[in-house]
């Protein structure tokens, strides 16, 4: 099994551009979500999606866009990239048919905006 | 506003003694508790976890107690091991509704050989 799977690993943007952050996970789970890992900071929900189709605002969803069109793929969008938003970013995936379980990371992707 | 928190951002314990860590939290509603640890370069991986029913869990080195009055939990590692050197979040969620998790600001723990 490959788990949850995010690409690219890296990447550097320059201010005002837009890219998506890929995530995909095989282990047929309905929960899929986006943490953004600051200095001091810990793990910050950005959005989150309890099935394909459903999704909802985490901590700090502004500047940040979701959709989910399946249950493998969970992608995270920057609508115009900010030095802000240097960070880097992980998206996890965990079952919510047995009651609470605990969630999978994927290795993170590593954003620097200039 | 942090609703959970891991107020010692380092740590420092010689091998083979016990590493304690600890999490406050402050809204009355989480009821599920889980540790992470988390290597430079990698994502968190799922450490251990109690329920609210619950006030220890074990799994071999590792220990989770909740004092649910005091709104705190700990893990604890014995013995500690240079391995175990990495950052720890304490993560917690409510049992129903949205299924998310809330992290603390993380813990690293060196342990010195």
Redesign the interface.
């Known amino acids: 099994n490959a788990g949850v799977t995010q690409t690219p690993k890296f990447q550097v943007l320059k201010t005002g551009q837009s890219m998506t952050l890929q995530c995909a996970q095989d282990m047929n789970h309905e929960y899929m979500s986006w943490y953004r890992q600051d200095p001091g900071m810990g793990l910050r929900l950005i959005h989150y999606s309890v099935g394909a189709g459903i999704t909802d605002q985490g901590e700090v969803p502004n500047g940040y866009n979701v959709s989910r069109s399946t249950t493998e793929d969970f992608p995270l969008r920057l609508l115009s990239a900010a030095p802000s938003q240097t960070s880097v970013y992980f998206c996890a995936s965990r079952r919510t048919d047995r009651g609470n379980t605990e969630a999978f990371f994927g290795q993170g992707t590593r954003l620097t905006v200039v | 506003d942090q609703q959970v928190k ?1 107020n010692s ?1 380092s740590l420092s314990v010689q091998e083979g003694r016990i590493s304690i860590l600890n999490c406050d939290y402050t809204n009355s509603m989480f009821d ?1 508790f ?1 540790w ?1 640890k988390k290597y430079p ?6 450490l251990i ?1 109690i ?1 609210s029913i619950k006030d220890k869990n074990e799994d071999g080195r590792f220990t989770v107690f909740l004092n649910k009055s005091a709104k705190h939990l700990s893990l604890h590692i014995v013995p500690s091991q240079p391995g175990d050197s990495a950052v720890y ?1 304490c ?1 917690a ?1 409510v ?1 129903t509704g ?9 813990t690293r723990l060196k342990v010195l050989a």
Do not use: D, M, V
């Not at chain 2, 370069?41 to 799922?46: L, M």
């Not at chain 2, 949205?98 to 993380?106: A, H």
């Open positions: 891991q951002p599920y889980l992470y370069a990698e994502g968190p991986t799922f976890s329920s979040f993560a969620s049992r949205t299924y998310k998790y809330i992290f603390g600001t993380g």
